[in-house]
């Protein structure tokens, strides 16, 4: 069965908290979320967490500042933020299997019927992470 890892879904949680608190007005127009805010709310262990989000910033996708009041905050607003490239910052491409970018991984080769299925499963996840944005999920 196909599932989402543990680390993009805490990282997807992380960053709706950080979409909501810029959306109360305590975001990047203010003060930033701490790891351990966001930790604490979201019931993930801390040090996880932490690793989450220096992935996430080396992505750009977050800010961190340091000192009194400092903290995470969204790079840009949650409606410029795609969900594949928050779940290609943390996983990296979308691929059902390890065929879809070379046939020569597979002892069929080009003769894999099964490879046309994924190509288009891809396709069809790619697609759908690139229409939703994190303002999409907030608002779920």
Not at 52 to 60: E, H, N, R, S, V
């Amino acid at each position: 069965m196909f599932s989402v890892p543990t680390r993009t879904q805490y990282g997807i949680r992380a960053l709706v908290h950080l979409a909501r608190a810029d959306e109360a007005g305590v975001g990047p127009a203010s003060a930033s979320t701490t790891s351990a805010e966001i930790a604490r709310t979201e019931s993930i262990s801390p040090k996880y967490l932490e690793g989450i989000m220096t992935q996430l910033k080396a992505k750009g996708l977050v800010v961190a500042e340091r000192g009194k009041g400092g903290g995470f905050r969204l790079a840009r607003p949650s409606s410029e933020i795609r969900m594949l490239d928050i779940v290609e910052a943390l996983e990296g491409e979308v691929r059902p299997v390890d065929c879809v970018d070379s046939v020569a991984c597979c002892v069929q080769g080009d003769a894999c019927m099964p490879r046309k299925f994924w190509i288009g499963l891809k396709g069809a996840i790619d697609d759908y992470l690139l229409s939703k944005t994190l303002k999409d999920v907030t608002e779920a």
